[in-house]
């Protein structure tokens, strides 16, 4: 519990003292101050002033677990206690570096997989763009080194992440890009580019990415990278036969499919990653947040046999961080990964993820056009007009003004790019608590309009 005096001075020192990643400087000034959570436990969450919130985004997409599992905090206590810290460089490692490597080599459905462990998701994609430049440097195609990203892509902020970005404000002031990242059209079948109604297409979509092999040159690409669901750009689902024909031309093309899992990644979508929805076999995997469910920052890539091979052939891989596969993640991932499968937490991100679309789309609110997702990444699509599906002026922040009056009764909301909310609970939400969610989301959504 803070005082009212420690309350106000915890806001002024953080006016003075932090730089808060993508937050409007102007908000937080008209709220008074930043919104500061001290503690929580399940999905829910609790402010300095002492008032509790559902997350429906799960923190950053990531506490897949939900907040406070001891097991968790124990198998990570006892090993900061054991050996808080050894390198993976230089030929060193440490047990559970080998243990999770094993665990996360069997899971992914990646040929022959090999795991590097990061930091997190965008360290993750930095480490996948190099081992595809890489692989083809070494087989002795170096001019193959072009990556194919989407537009509304998010894949972090590193540099070569950065770079595979693509939503409005990531490029702004940061120029020069690392050079050789390209975007072509996501799909998204409720707004469709093509102008196509989904069941009735020859999938203009995954054309699309072959039209940009063909543009760069075939010869050129050595990449193409995508979130199975887009996540912060909407939280949009591609239609079920995109992945399959976009596996077949990067076969046809020998460009690698690079699956950025960060937030899929581990259960989210209602299968252990969501690549595995459509049956696909990507060549590269970046992983983060739902290894450790936010409990510790942890990344890893996966990538497939044929890819190592001429990296084993080269003798050495120069590139690592510092804290790759750290024994105290290590030992919170095993910790993590035990409750999802003992609580069978990716089927219940299945069965709760179906149960919350239906309970909003129950709604009937003129202004909700899609509800949208799977399992548990859920995005609603906020319109102006649901007959013609015409979108708010981005002038109006439709979404926006939902999230703030959230806040006011008691969720953490979250407004993503074209007036779409994000709904991504933790998979422990019981029914209970998605009826909470849902009622006090239209209560907010009836308070906007
Ligand atoms: N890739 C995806 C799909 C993400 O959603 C994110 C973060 O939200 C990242 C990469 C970057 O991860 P991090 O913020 O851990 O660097």
Known sequence: IYSEEQILQMKEDDFSYHLHPTSSIPDMEAWGGPRIISEGEGVRVKSVEGKTYIDCGAGLWLNNVGTGRKEIVEAASKQMEKLHYFQSFNGYTHPLAIEVAKKFAKMVPVENARIFFTS???ESNDSAYKLARLYFNLTGRPEKNQIICRTKAYHGVAYGATSATSLPGFWDGFRPLVPGFHHTDHPHCYFCAWG??????????????????????????????????????????????YYPRVREICNKYDVLLIADEVICGFGRTGKNFGIENWGVKPDLMMLAKGITSGYIPMGAVALTGKIYEPI?????????????????????????????????????????????????????????????????????????????????????????????????????????IDDALQLSPSLIISETEIDELVEKLETSIKQAW
């Open 312 to 416: 084993k052939k080269h003798g050495i891989f120069m590139h690592g961080y510092t804290y790759t596969g750290h024994p105290v993640a290590c030992a919170a991932a095993l910790a993590n990964l035990e409750i999802v499968e003992k609580e069978n937490l990716v089927e219940n991100a299945r069965i709760k993820g179906e149960i919350l679309r239906q309970k909003v789309r129950a709604l009937d609110l003129p202004c909700i056009g899609e509800v949208r997702g799977i399992g548990m990444i859920n995005g609603v699509q906020l319109v102006k007009n649901r007959e013609t599906r015409e979108k708010f002026a981005p002038s109006v922040g439709f979404a926006k003004r939902v999230s703030f009056l959230g806040w006011e009764n008691g969720l953490i909301l979250r407004p993503l």
């Open 196 to 241: 196509k109604e989904e069941g009735s297409c020859d999938y203009e979509c995954a054309k699309a990415v072959e039209e940009k092999i063909l543009e760069i040159g075939p010869e050129k690409v050595a990449g193409f990278s995508a979130e199975p669901v887009i996540g912060t750009g909407g939280a949009i689902v591609p239609p079920n036969g």
């Open 120 to 122: 997190g998701g965008s």
